[in-house]
């Protein structure tokens, strides 16, 4: 099934919730800024569904940059989504979503709430600040 894959570049996301971390929290791991992005892009997502989907999302790109992938299954379901407000998407494509990818949400018109894995866990990415090296953000799996 092809999926809507919206590209997020790593310092928008940090411009734009960098500001979310917890007190006294280290940036470089602190998941706070995601959560504050998620819950604004899944409130989007619920008022622009208009069928069930499911969200995932994965780190794609390199040293010169990286981005944060959100893919809705299937693509239709999404299509009337708008991130702008919440953050610009870098760029947008329709194809298969990636193997290795993480569960991010489940929507439909009206409702979104955050997807667990099998084991009940939820998946975030702490892109509060940059780490000093050239690797990607990471996922933090939270029981």
Known sequence: MTARILLFALEDLRARFGA???PGADPRHDTGPF???RAALL?????????????SMWWEGT??????????EPAAALAA???APVCPADAERV????????????VEPGR??????ADGATYEAPFGAST???GAPGMRRIP
Request: charge should be neutral; charged fraction near 20%.
């Open 95 to 106: 194809a298969p979503p990636r193997a290795d990818r993480y569960p991010l949400a489940l």
């Open 20 to 22: 979310a971390v917890t």
């Open 63 to 72: 040293y010169n940059g990286y981005f944060l992938a959100v893919a809705a």
């Open 112 to 117: 979104a709430v955050v997807a667990r894995d």
């Open 43 to 55: 409130d989007r997502a619920a008022h622009a569904a208009s069928a069930p989907a499911e969200v």
């Open 35 to 37: 959560r504050a992005f």
């Open 132 to 134: 000093g090296h050239f």
């Open 81 to 83: 989504l708008d991130p």
